[in-house]
């Protein structure tokens, strides 16, 4: 398998700053900042499975992926805060051996080797999952593994309203390569007609990262204080740090089904946070999908040569920053408030 893919994000912004002098309401600037990011993917592969027996396979196969970014923010013609890029090369290995021995047990284990150039280092992912019935109408199930990724999005500082995610490739220094360990449990229940689901899930990140700028416009002072400045073409202050994530949850699923008519209900309960030592003095902070509930109820119904569907969300609200402040030391304060449910 060949691939090809790419991505390529230009934005611009103008932000005007007005304040009341002397009775009257004048600009005292006019702040312009552009962005660019961009992405390519090659990629080329070989998959391969081999059966065993009957109750026995393996998966195989290798992969290599070639990528190339960059990502530019300016500030007006005279000034910028990041202009990077890079290239990279990843080569990958994994194998999976599926084996149905015991007559109710079914379990899949493997793994992953990548080696990294940028890093100069080795990656493994060791994974298994496995699937345990009982009677035929009780199931048992867990998954477990360990995850690499190699190209992160990264989050920037939101500035009244105002949030581009970019991407960017990991090299091990600056920009870290982002693991994650990931562990499921679960069981079904399926009676005839009628299907009951539950899973739990514990999710870690390391490797996050968020960008971190003072714009122009926004010097955390007095708004009449604002200039318009020109000046040769400098740095300004920005800095990519980096965090830690967590996710926990639990998902619920009641489902019927017949001939015509199907329904089932979903719910879930879910918690996202990161972690920035530069943000809040290191006090955890919401994910910006982080949702504590949301509720699903969905029908299917066929009749003749028709099919109707309905769907019905619930959700509570997910978090946004209200107010922020980054100070000259490029440490935050962001304030975070709820979108209603």
Do not use: C, M
Not at 223 to 237: A, G, M, W, Y
């Amino acid at each position: 398998q060949l691939g090809y893919s790419g991505y390529n994000n230009n934005y611009e912004n103008t932000t005007i700053v007005n304040a009341k002098v002397k009775s009257k309401i004048e600009t005292i600037g006019t702040f312009e900042s552009y962005e660019t990011n961009e992405l390519t993917d090659f990629s080329a592969s070989l998959r391969n499975q081999l059966s065993i027996s009957s109750r026995n396979s393996v998966d195989f196969g290798f992969q290599s992926k070639y990528n190339e970014y960059s990502y530019l923010k300016s500030e007006g013609a005279d000034a910028y805060y990041s202009d990077i890029a890079n290239s990279s090369w990843l080569y990958s290995a994994y194998a999976q051996f599926k084996t149905q021995q015991l007559k109710n047990l079914t379990l899949k284990a493997g793994g992953r080797a990548n080696y990294y150039n940028l890093s100069g280092k080795l990656y493994y992912e060791p994974r298994i999952s496995g699937n345990y019935e009982i009677a035929k109408i009780i199931g048992l199930k867990f998954a477990a593994g360990r995850y690499y990724q190699f190209l992160s999005k990264v989050a920037p500082t939101q500035s009244y309203g105002y949030n581009r995610d970019f991407w960017v490739i990991s090299d091990g220094k600056n920009h870290s390569v982002l693991s994650s360990d990931q562990l499921i449990v679960g069981a079904a229940l399926n009676l005839k007609r009628f299907t009951f689901d539950v899973e739990a899930y514990h999710k870690t990140l390391n490797g996050l990262q968020l960008f971190l700028y003072i714009p122009s416009f926004q010097n955390n002072a007095d708004p009449t204080t604002f200039k318009n400045q020109n000046r040769l073409r400098k740095i300004l202050p920005s800095k990519f740090i980096t965090g830690t994530g967590e996710s926990v949850g639990v998902d619920f699923l009641l489902k019927y089904e017949s001939s015509k008519f199907t329904s089932w209900v979903a719910y879930s309960r879910s918690k996202s946070i990161r972690n920035f030592k530069d943000i809040n003095a290191g006090a955890d902070i919401p994910a910006p999908f982080d949702k504590a509930h949301e509720l699903k109820w969905t029908n299917l119904f066929s009749w003749k040569r028709w099919n109707f569907s309905s769907l019905w969300v619930y959700s509570t609200g997910q978090s946004y920053v209200s107010n922020q402040t980054v100070d000259r030391a490029l440490t935050a304060r962001f304030t975070y408030d709820r979108l209603p449910d």
